[in-house]
């Protein structure tokens, strides 16, 4: 959080000047309400100050406004910085460790965690620097004209700050059950647009949604939860501000008795009062908040260490990929449940692969490891660990079209050329997409695009295509166009003598596969080369 604060140094001291200058205006208002009712006034003068007052209300309010003002601005630019921060250490991160996450997970961290550390922990934190100041300028005004009330109002407020610390422990625990029952109920929303044709085809409407009302309803209970205990500590900070703000009437009243005080002043004491006892109640209460927040702020602080340290173990760059290798290699997801073993394999610059088999024989896994999204140390670039290979020069090399596919929401052209100089025209009159030229200029905002599932995986390859990688890695990268359009595609890339092709494919005909320099067969846990009339064979 230092660096935040560092970052917004100047609007965090914009926030303490306006600060500042409403303590000293609310001083002046106490001034001012003592004199309008002091006993004999002049008219001549009532009039010049009731003038006076009418200026200053005006500044008054300007100044209370900008003092809002900045504060909100300075929140919102804490959290657009926090959304940065965020951001850029995932894109740190390598697919192996980014994967392990749950889309919930990542979507309550970049939005309720965040809305929760601005709102709770910084929102309390900026407040306080305003009850501070605002705390010390009454102390020193009601101290000099009466020093028991200042008295007073401490003891009362060492009562009150001491009764809140039994709250700290349960607001966390709370606020911890809050998160997580939010995730859940993201995850349920999720589920629920993914499986909206199956529930409506099914006449499954009222069993889901009994089910979304479970988890609504225990995400309702959260939120009563956590409110309820922030109720119970603001409530009990405000019976004592009460008993304060009582207090000093009773003693105020006691010197004017004994003519130590006349009632202007005790009126402006009064009045000033409110800048010491507020703060006081305030201060506990957005401790509390504070405290019951700490624990995001340290977490989201550990993430992004724990993304930085794990960025600092790829050290070594590469500025050629000649081969992938798998030396011996053994690997499970579960112990005792080996996906492969004792794997030896080796893919070479300018060759063409094409591996097949069963679904479940570890094909994704084979990829998997070879992308980085699974690290292994018997995994070997250019007979150099993986691991140790910095993800930016790895890639720089291979370009990995998936069976699945997503747009940003850009234009087509922003979405295939991503920042690189590429004739977009050249490379969608190669992919077959003709009639998408003239769409290129539109921006795809949502993820209700009307592009068939087949222009979809074409545009994935125009996008593999216009980064001119030495390497390509496809991944089922045919499985939504029809038949003639994958053979003419898959067969103008293995014309490329240049490029390096690693394909999965349940679908490749024989004459297109005779073209591939090795056909790979992935089966009971072992990679072998297979020949042409063998995989023919097979899928006769």
Same mark, same amino acid.
């Given at each position: 959080?230092?660096?935040?604060?560092?970052?917004?140094?100047?609007?965090?001291?914009?926030?303490?000047? @306006?600060?500042? $200058?409403?303590?000293?205006?609310?001083?002046?208002?106490?001034?001012?309400?003592?004199?309008?009712?002091?006993?004999?006034?002049?008219?001549?003068?009532?009039?010049?100050?009731?003038?006076?007052?009418?200026?200053?209300?005006?500044?008054?309010?300007?100044?209370?406004?900008?003092?809002?003002?900045? =504060?909100?601005?300075?929140?919102?630019?804490?959290?657009?910085?926090?959304?940065? /921060?965020?951001?850029?250490?995932?894109?740190?991160?390598? !697919?192996?460790?980014?994967?392990?996450?749950?889309?919930?997970?990542?979507?309550?961290?970049?939005?309720?965690?965040?809305?929760? =550390?601005?709102?709770?922990?910084?929102?309390?934190?900026?407040?306080?620097?305003?009850?501070?100041? &605002?705390?010390? &300028?009454?102390?020193?005004?009601?101290?000099?004209?009466?020093?028991?009330?200042?008295?007073?109002?401490?003891?009362?407020?060492?009562?009150?700050?001491?009764?809140?610390?039994?709250?700290?422990?349960?607001?966390?625990?709370?606020?911890?059950?809050? %998160?997580?029952?939010?995730?859940?109920?993201?995850?349920?929303?999720?589920?629920?647009?993914?499986?909206?044709?199956?529930?409506?085809?099914?006449?499954?409407?009222?069993?889901?949604?009994?089910?979304?009302?479970?988890?609504?309803?225990?995400?309702?209970?959260?939120?009563?939860?956590?409110?309820?205990?922030?109720?119970?500590?603001?409530?009990?900070?405000?019976?004592?501000?009460?008993?304060?703000?009582?207090?000093?009437?009773?003693?105020?009243?006691? #010197?004017?008795?004994?003519?130590?005080?006349?009632?202007?002043?005790?009126?402006?004491?009064?009045? $000033?009062?409110?800048?010491?006892?507020?703060? *006081?109640?305030?201060?506990?209460?957005?401790?509390?908040?504070?405290?019951?927040?700490? #624990?995001? $702020?340290?977490?989201?602080?550990?993430? *992004?260490?724990? *993304?930085?340290?794990?960025?600092?173990?790829?050290?070594?760059?590469?500025?050629?990929?000649?081969?992938?290798? #798998?030396?011996?290699?053994? #690997?499970?997801? %579960?112990?005792?449940?080996?996906?492969?073993?004792?794997?030896?394999?080796?893919?070479?610059?300018?060759?063409?692969?094409?591996?097949?088999?069963? &679904?479940?024989?570890?094909?994704?896994?084979?990829?998997?490891?070879?992308?980085?999204?699974?690290?292994? /140390?018997?995994?070997?670039?250019?007979? =150099?660990?993986?691991?140790?290979?910095?993800?930016? &020069?790895?890639?720089?090399?291979?370009?990995?079209?998936?069976?699945?596919?997503?747009?940003? !929401?850009?234009?087509?052209?922003?979405?295939?050329?991503?920042?690189?100089?590429?004739?977009?025209?050249?490379? %969608?009159?190669?992919?077959?997409?003709?009639?998408?030229?003239?769409?290129?200029?539109?921006?795809?905002?949502?993820?209700? *695009?009307?592009?068939?599932?087949?222009?979809?995986?074409?545009?994935?390859?125009?996008?593999?295509?216009?980064?001119?990688?030495?390497?390509?890695?496809?991944?089922?990268?045919?499985?939504?166009?029809?038949?003639?359009?994958?053979?003419?595609?898959?067969?103008?890339? @293995?014309?490329?003598?240049?490029?390096?092709?690693?394909?999965?494919?349940?679908?490749?005909?024989? %004459?297109?596969?005779?073209?591939?320099?090795?056909?790979?067969?992935?089966?009971? /846990?072992?990679? /072998?080369?297979?020949?042409?009339?063998?995989?023919?064979?097979?899928?006769?």
């Amino acid at each position: 959080m230092k660096t935040i604060y560092k970052n917004n140094r100047k609007l965090l001291a914009g926030v303490f000047c @306006l600060v500042l $200058v409403f303590a000293m205006l609310e001083l002046g208002k106490a001034y001012l309400m003592g004199e309008l009712l002091g006993l004999n006034m002049e008219t001549k003068k009532l009039v010049s100050l009731i003038v006076l007052t009418i200026v200053f209300l005006l500044v008054y309010t300007l100044t209370d406004s900008g003092k809002q003002l900045a =504060i909100t601005r300075l929140e919102n630019t804490i959290r657009f910085d926090l959304q940065k /921060r965020c951001i850029q250490a995932l894109l740190q991160e390598d !697919p192996a460790s980014f994967f392990r996450k749950d889309s919930s997970m990542l979507i309550n961290e970049l939005t309720n965690k965040i809305n929760e =550390i601005v709102e709770k922990y910084i929102h309390s934190r900026i407040q306080m620097l305003g009850l501070v100041v &605002s705390f010390i &300028s009454g102390s020193v005004y009601i101290g000099v004209l009466c020093w028991p009330i200042l008295l007073f109002l401490y003891i009362l407020a060492g009562m009150c700050l001491f009764g809140n610390r039994f709250f700290f422990e349960p607001l966390q625990k709370r606020q911890k059950e809050l %998160l997580v029952q939010k995730e859940k109920w993201i995850q349920s929303i999720k589920n629920f647009y993914s499986n909206f044709m199956f529930i409506k085809n099914e006449h499954y409407e009222k069993t889901y949604c009994d089910l979304l009302m479970s988890g609504s309803e225990k995400l309702h209970e959260a939120y009563n939860k956590a409110d309820s205990l922030l109720m119970v500590s603001d409530t009990i900070n405000n019976g004592f501000g009460q008993y304060m703000f009582l207090g000093t009437i009773g003693i105020g009243a006691l #010197f004017v008795h004994f003519k130590l005080l006349t009632v202007p002043l005790v009126l402006a004491i009064m009045q $000033v009062t409110n800048m010491v006892v507020n703060p *006081i109640f305030q201060f506990a209460t957005f401790r509390n908040r504070i405290e019951s927040s700490r #624990f995001l $702020v340290k977490d989201m602080e550990q993430i *992004i260490q724990e *993304i930085n340290a794990h960025a600092q173990h790829e050290t070594t760059q590469i500025s050629r990929l000649d081969t992938i290798s #798998f030396e011996h290699l053994d #690997f499970a997801y %579960l112990p005792d449940h080996l996906i492969l073993k004792d794997l030896d394999l080796e893919f070479k610059r300018g060759d063409k692969y094409l591996i097949v088999g069963e &679904s479940g024989q570890g094909k994704s896994t084979l990829l998997k490891l070879m992308l980085k999204q699974i690290t292994d /140390r018997n995994v070997l670039v250019n007979n =150099i660990p993986l691991s140790s290979i910095t993800y930016s &020069s790895y890639f720089s090399h291979i370009a990995y079209v998936s069976q699945s596919f997503a747009l940003f !929401p850009l234009s087509l052209r922003e979405n295939i050329a991503l920042g690189r100089k590429a004739d977009i025209n050249e490379v %969608l009159e190669h992919v077959g997409l003709h009639d998408l030229i003239s769409r290129k200029e539109e921006v795809f905002e949502s993820d209700l *695009i009307a592009l068939s599932g087949g222009q979809m995986q074409r545009i994935m390859l125009a996008r593999a295509l216009a980064s001119n990688k030495s390497w390509l890695v496809l991944d089922e990268a045919f499985s939504a166009v029809d038949e003639a359009t994958r053979k003419r595609l898959e067969r103008s890339l @293995l014309e490329q003598k240049e490029k390096t092709i690693i394909a999965i494919s349940h679908k490749t005909d024989p %004459l297109t596969a005779a073209m591939y320099d090795t056909i790979l067969l992935v089966e009971n /846990r072992t990679v /072998r080369p297979i020949s042409l009339e063998e995989y023919i064979s097979r899928n006769s």
